[in-house]
């Protein structure tokens, strides 16, 4: 291997595990879980756009373009 993958003190495989051992506890549901919060992060063809909501209205920030 040329590289020692680990989050904070964790080997990768130890993570992985957990991760696997939590997708068959929660039946995938997590996939589908929504979070309400103050930001949402949607996933575009190109980059991502970022939205803040604030009340009732959401405003979109679009990612800047790189030419």
Known sequence: ADYNVSVTNQPHSEVAALAIF????????ELSA??????????RERGK?????IGNTITT???????
């Open 22 to 29: 939590l997708d068959r506890y929660n039946q995938g549901s």
């Open 61 to 67: 920030k679009k990612p800047k373009r790189k030419d």
């Open 49 to 53: 756009e970022i939205r803040n909501r």
């Open 34 to 43: 929504t979070v309400e919060g103050r930001m949402e992060v949607v996933p």
